[in-house]
């Protein structure tokens, strides 16, 4: 979902990186591509979000 929300957006993990740091959250580019690719985020999931502007999640299409 998120990685689709960068790639939607036109968002680079080093651009979500530094819009990270913006609202105090420490991620380096790196550490965001290896749990991206992982697929394991915990709460930093939901500033990342934020952080590119997400107001609102979709789980599911009615």
Same mark, same amino acid.
């Given at each position: 979902?998120?990685?689709?929300?960068? !790639? /939607? /957006?036109?968002?680079?993990?080093?651009?979500?990186? $530094? /819009?990270?740091? +913006?609202? %105090?959250v $420490?991620?380096?580019?790196? $550490?965001?591509?290896? !749990?991206?690719?992982?697929?394991?985020?915990?709460? +930093?999931?939901?500033?990342?979000?934020?952080?590119i %502007?997400?107001s609102?999640? /979709?789980?599911?299409?009615?």
């Amino acid at each position: 979902m998120l990685k689709a929300e960068l !790639k /939607r /957006r036109n968002i680079s993990y080093a651009d979500l990186a $530094s /819009r990270l740091a +913006v609202i %105090g959250v $420490s991620e380096s580019e790196p $550490s965001i591509r290896n !749990k991206i690719a992982r697929g394991k985020f915990t709460a +930093v999931f939901f500033q990342c979000m934020e952080a590119i %502007g997400v107001s609102t999640l /979709r789980l599911r299409d009615d």
